[in-house]
Every structure is written in C-alpha cells, then in structure tokens.
C-alpha cells in the first residue's frame, strides 16, 4: 500500500531489514506499539529469502530473546577447518531465514496502525523542535521518533585502519545420493584454494539430502560469481555426483572499522543495524547483537529511560583492527591465523571470545597461540601510528610521567639520552627550516644573503648582551613568549595576538620560577647579569606566594579558553617541576613546540618528514656544532654561554617564523574569502 499523506507518525521505520523487524518484534512483544501509529519506508516487498542468518547461543538466551519460532535449524556439533568434530554445549548454532523473519513482522502488524510506504527514502530530514518531516516522493510525513537502518557510508579511511569485504555465494542444493549428516555443521573449511585470498567453504546441512553450501572471502575484493561456482562445484563433487540446486544466496558483508558517516539529529533519530555499526568487522556476524539490542532499545521505552547502546570494551576494537590490517595486507595469512585460532582452543572458547565476553588472561592465551609475530608486527605498527596521532601535549604529558618513573628508577640517563636526540633531531631541525620559509630566496646569491642576515640578526642581539645583559634577557623572556605562544595558538585554533603572548610567558614562568633556584644559578652563569639579584633576595614566603599566583593566574587563563590542551600542558609543566630545569625546559621545547612548528611548516612546505630533515640538515648541523665548539672553548661558562647562544640564534627564528605565521594567516584569510 502506498500512501501520499502528510500525516504524523508516532515511529517511523526506515528499512525493514533484519535489524528493524528484530526491533519491531522486541517493541510488539513488549505492547509497545499499542495505539501508535508506525510507518514503514522500505523499496523492497521483502518476499524472497534474500539472506540466512547464523549465530550461536544458548536456548535460554534464544527464549528471552523471542526468537525460538523463527529458527529453522539448529547444531550443537560443529567442525571447524581440519579438526574433529565437537559439541559447543550449552550454545547451539542457530540458523533462521530472513524471510521468515520479514514475514513474522508483516503478520504481527496486521493488528497495528502501519502505513508502508514502497519507496527508499533519499533526502534528509527537517528537524523541528518535537518531530522530524520526512520528505518522501510525494509526500511529507511527520515522526516523533525515527528509526534508520540505511546502509551505512563510511569516511575516508586512517591509517590504521581497513575496509574489507566479506563475500559469499552459496548453493542450498538437495542431493541425490549422498546424506548429509545433519547432527553437525561445517564452518571455516579451508581445503580450497586460496588463490593468495582469504576463503574457505560452509556445510549447513538442513536435512540429511539438502544443506546450504557456501564460498566466503575474507578480503578487499568480493568474490566473484564465475570463481565461487568453480569452487563450488569442485567442493560439491567431493561428496555427490548429481545434485539440484535450489535456491542461491549471495551478499556482501562490511568488514570494516571505519568510521561511519552519520548525522546526529538527537535522541530520537535512532540509528539501527549496519549503521548502527552492528557488525562485528572482523566475522561480519550482527543478529544475535541486533536481536539483543532490539530488546533493550524496546524494554528502554517502556521504562521511558534514555536508551544508551553498550560499547564494546576497546580492547576488542584493538583486536579487530589488527586482525583486519593483517587479512588486509597478506590475505595469504588467513588461514594459519584462523586454523591456529580453533587449532589450540575449543570452538566454544573462541566464540565468546568472538561475542566479546572473554577475559583478559583468555585473550592472552589465545593471542600467544597465535602467528605471534604477524600480531606483534600489526601492534607496533598500529601503536606507533596512533602515537603519531596523539596530539603533542599528551606525547608530552607521557613523556614526563615517563621521565619521573625513570629518575626514581635511578634510570633518569635514559630520559637524557631522549632529550639530547630529540634536541639534535626535531628541536634544532624545526629551527633551521626558515630558509624555506622565506620566499624570496630562488638561488645561491640570496641564500647567502639570507645567512648573513641571520647571522647578524644573531651577532647583533649577542652585542645587546654583552652591552646590557639585563634588558638582552627580559627580551629573550618576551621573544621567547611570544613564539611559543605563537605556535601552541596557530596549532589549537585559537587567535593570536596579546592572549597568545600571555599563554607563552605562563609556559615560560612556569618552568623558571617554578625551578627558581636552579634558573638562579644558570642565570648567575652569565657576565654582568644582575636581574637574579631581585629573585635572590625573596624570602621562601615571597616566593611561594609568586608560585600560587602563578599556578592561579595561569588557571584562570585556561579556564577561560576552556582548552583541553592547555590543561594538559600546564599539568605536565607542573608536574615537571619534580624533574631538573632543563629537563622540564627540553620536554615542553621538544615535544610539543617543536612538533607543533614542524607540522605547521610541513603542512605549507607540503614535503615529507625525510625531505624537511634533509633540508634542515645543514642549518642543524651548523647550529650543533656551535654548541659543541662552545663546550671546548669555554666549558667553565658553558651553561650561561649556552644560554646566550641559544638567544642568537633564536632571535632570527622568531622573526622568521613569525613572519611565516602571518603570511599563512593571510593566506588562509584569502582561501575563505574565495569560499
Ligand atoms: C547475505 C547476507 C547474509 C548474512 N548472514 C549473516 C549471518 O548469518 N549472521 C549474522 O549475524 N549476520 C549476517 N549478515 C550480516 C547482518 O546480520 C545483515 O547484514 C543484516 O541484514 C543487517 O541488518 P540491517 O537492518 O542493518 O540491514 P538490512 O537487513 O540490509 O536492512 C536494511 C533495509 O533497508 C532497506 N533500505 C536500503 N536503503 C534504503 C533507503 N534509502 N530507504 C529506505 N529503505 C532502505 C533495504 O531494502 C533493507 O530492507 C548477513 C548479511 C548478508 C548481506
């Protein structure tokens, strides 16, 4: 019946799939479709067996979950790949027929006020306040309450992670002479060639002359209908010589954890099956998780409660997308992996390992039977890259909690060993791009120019030090904040200007006054200095009320900007006051200024990491070799010397860059200008 109203729908379904007839049948069973009205957009008559669904259970589980009149088979025996058969008591292997299923839901909504609209929904929805209209082809309808299981789209993929297919064409043939024995049936059969893919076959034996004979591919292409018959046929003349085929069935299952793309349009737009990311996307099973999931989305609005779907524990997340990287990248591996995994435990134990309901210590049993290295490998690559996505102050933060489980292991050489390489790689390197920057140098002549300028900018603020030491610092102090400011800003999106200054002295004030004495003696380091005399003479109350203000003011700067990011780099500037100054210096200067600055240029330079490095390679080196020679020159002063040298070679970075920052500024401006 099709229908051209404008009316409102207390619920509105959209597709009548597996998902949204297992919600349909959880929310009749539980009265809650009792004088409501439904409408139900769906393109297909949902007349034919276009799928068979398996999972395993227990019959308990099957009562409470209503779903004992729609199985059609059941095993409690099962053979998987080349081992014996055994039982999985108290689970059985459930199998039911989609279109008894489809059919179950058209006879229960006899009695119910269901309009079916013939037609796939396309647009999207206007929200109002209470309601959501749904433009249809001819029509708009109102719902309060709206259920959508389209078939999920999904974003475009992260590194670490797969899309892959799970495809299968099966056969459900009645044999002439052959009898199937029907007590047990067969998953996971790899005796077939695997053509460098991931397949194996299914035995569903429904009675003792017909079963339902399927290929599967695990893999990034499905397989195909001319290369599933030649399996097919090979596997059937195993065990019969003259069959007829009746029915077939074929599909494709989403192994996938990318994200799905979906809007959120509120509590009562409720996302279900596929789309509600269902499908487990390593075995691709989802029915028993929809059935359960019907059932409480039905029991949650008798009871009126918000409805809030259960995760899986994130370790499973982890689980699945190392397993799919593999099958990703060597399909060949599949095969082992699987093999071994039902190899070393029983069929019962990897089943509820497979529905997320093992423990820890089962899960580590499993995974040391298994191809370890292939595992090992995937992790390391997975954990490296997520590393690479976490954002520089969290780096940060682990590194100092890391850096104080190292000083008091007595191990702090290993946290210096980290400094020292992360100064002569990425914290000198970042600072001797600015070549690039500079637009204007096209050849030889005005590099060298560029050098002399640089080099005089530098020589010029060294003369500013040894003229007034007092005032070449508290401009290294304002230079400084500034550019760190600067940079923390650009990355979190926030404006420039004064606030960005004030975020950059925080960071400054924290590390030296909150190591006063130590900053007191790398200051006293330095000729004619006088300006840690004031700080000298503090009493220890003085000085810890300036600490509080610090702490205080700089918290309600943060509170302010509501930031994330700036509580955990303040949080780990404190926490670093229980490590060496330099050390709280190196791991706010290494791992989050210098990593910001460096993404910043590789985003505009548009070069890989290894051309940026090679590129920065004779500045850093240049500017290395400074440092040590000045070690060998004067290594009494070295610390105070250091300190000068640093600011020379500073300056003509911060102006640098700050003129880079306005020009991206300017760029970006005129980008959304265009827009
Ligand atoms: C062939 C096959 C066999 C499977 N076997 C198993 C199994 O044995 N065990 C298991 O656990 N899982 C199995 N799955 C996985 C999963 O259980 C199913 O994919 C399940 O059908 C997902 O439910 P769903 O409601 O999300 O999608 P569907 O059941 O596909 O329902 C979606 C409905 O939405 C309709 N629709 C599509 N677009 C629109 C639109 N724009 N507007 C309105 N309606 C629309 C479709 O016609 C369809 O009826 C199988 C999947 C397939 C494809």
Redesign the pocket.
């Known amino acids: 019946m099709t229908n051209t109203s404008s009316e409102t729908f207390d619920y509105i379904f959209?597709?009548?799939?597996?998902?949204?007839?297992l919600l349909l049948l959880a929310m009749d069973e539980k009265d809650v479709l009792r004088d409501k009205k439904i409408g139900i957009?769906?393109?297909?008559n949902?007349e034919v067996n276009?799928?068979?669904?398996?999972?395993w259970s227990s019959e308990k589980e099957l009562l409470s979950l209503k779903l004992d009149d729609l199985v059609s088979s059941k095993w409690q025996q099962i053979k998987v790949s080349d081992r014996e058969v055994q039982s999985i008591a108290p689970l059985y292997y459930y199998?039911i027929r989609?279109i008894d299923v489809y059919t179950k839901v058209k006879e229960k909504l006899k009695v119910r006020n269901v309009i079916y609209f013939r037609?796939?929904?396309?647009g999207e929805p206007i929200v109002a306040s209470e309601s959501f209209i749904i433009p249809l082809s001819d029509s708009k309808i109102t719902a309060n309450k709206v259920f959508d299981?389209?078939?999920p789209a999904y974003e475009s993929a992260k590194k670490n992670q797969s899309h892959l297919l799970q495809s299968?064409f099966g056969w459900e043939i009645k044999t002439d002479d052959y009898e199937f024995d029907t007590s047990n049936v067969g998953m996971m059969d790899f005796d077939i060639p695997q053509s460098n893919y991931c397949q194996f076959m299914y035995v569903l034996p429904f009675s003792t002359s017909t079963a339902l004979v399927e290929v599967t591919r695990f893999g990034k292409e499905s397989i195909t209908k001319e290369a599933s018959k030649k399996l097919l046929e090979d596997y059937v003349a195993q065990f019969s010589s003259s069959y007829q085929i009746l029915e077939e069935?074929?599909?494709?299952?989403p192994m996938s954890n990318l994200k799905i793309s979906t809007l959120d349009y509120g509590k009562n737009w409720v996302y279900?099956?596929?789309?509600?990311n269902?499908?487990k996307s390593s075995t691709?099973?989802?029915?028993?998780?929809?059935a359960i999931d019907a059932n409480r989305q039905a029991a949650s609005m008798i009871s009126q409660q918000t409805f809030e779907r259960k995760k899986s524990p994130k370790r499973f997340n982890f689980y699945d997308r190392l397993l799919l990287k593999i099958l990703e990248e060597t399909p060949h591996h599949g095969k082992k992996i699987f093999q071994y995994l039902f190899k070393y435990q029983s069929i019962s134990e990897v089943f509820l390992f497979l529905r997320e309901e093992s423990t820890v210590r089962k899960e580590l049993s499993i995974f040391s039977k298994l191809p370890i290295l292939l595992f090992l490998r995937a992790a390391i690559k997975d954990i490296t890259f997520r590393i690479s996505m976490s954002s520089p102050s969290s780096l940060a933060f682990v590194f100092t909690i890391f850096s104080l489980v190292l000083s008091i292991c007595n191990l702090s050489l290993i946290m210096w060993g980290f400094l020292v390489f992360g100064f002569l790689s990425i914290g000198l390197s970042h600072g001797a791009l600015d070549h690039l920057t500079e637009k204007t140098i096209k050849g030889p002549k005005q590099l060298a120019r560029y050098i002399l300028k640089f080099l005089v900018k530098g020589a010029l603020f060294g003369l500013l030090w040894f003229l007034q030491p007092d005032a070449a610092f508290i401009a290294f102090i304002a230079f400084s904040a500034w550019h760190f400011g600067q940079t923390d800003f650009k990355e979190w999106n926030f404006k420039q200007g004064v606030p960005s200054f004030l975020w950059g002295l925080i960071v400054l004030m924290t590390i030296l006054f909150l190591h006063l004495t130590e900053t007191i003696a790398v200051l006293q380091q330095i000729d004619g200095l006088q300006i840690h005399q004031v700080f000298k003479e503090l009493s220890s109350d003085q000085i810890l009320v300036s600490e509080l203000s610090i702490v205080f003011l700089s918290l309600l700067f943060i509170a302010y900007h509501r930031s994330k990011n700036m509580l955990l780099t303040f949080s780990y500037l404190l926490i670093s006051t229980a490590l060496p100054l330099i050390a709280s210096f190196g791991i706010y200067f290494i791992a989050q200024h210098s990593f910001h600055g460096w993404k910043h240029l590789k985003n505009d330079l548009k070069k890989s990491n290894y051309s940026l490095w090679l590129q920065s390679l004779p500045f850093s080196s240049g500017g290395a070799l400074l440092f040590i020679l000045l070690f060998f020159v004067d290594y009494k002063n070295y610390i105070g010397e250091f300190f000068i040298l640093l600011s020379c070679i500073s300056l003509p970075h911060v102006l640098s860059m700050n003129h880079f920052y306005a020009r991206i500024s300017s760029k970006n401006k005129k980008e959304n200008n265009k827009i």
Do not use: L, Q, W
């Not at 037609?119 to 396309?122: A, C, N, S, T, W």
């Not at 691709?284 to 929809?290: K, S």
């Open positions: 959209i597709g009548m799939g597996a998902s949204n007839c957009i769906e393109p297909s949902k276009d799928r068979n669904f398996c999972f199998h989609g037609e796939e929904f396309k299981s389209r078939p299968f069935e074929k599909g494709v299952i279900t099956g596929a789309r509600a269902m499908i691709g099973y989802a029915f028993h998780n929809m």
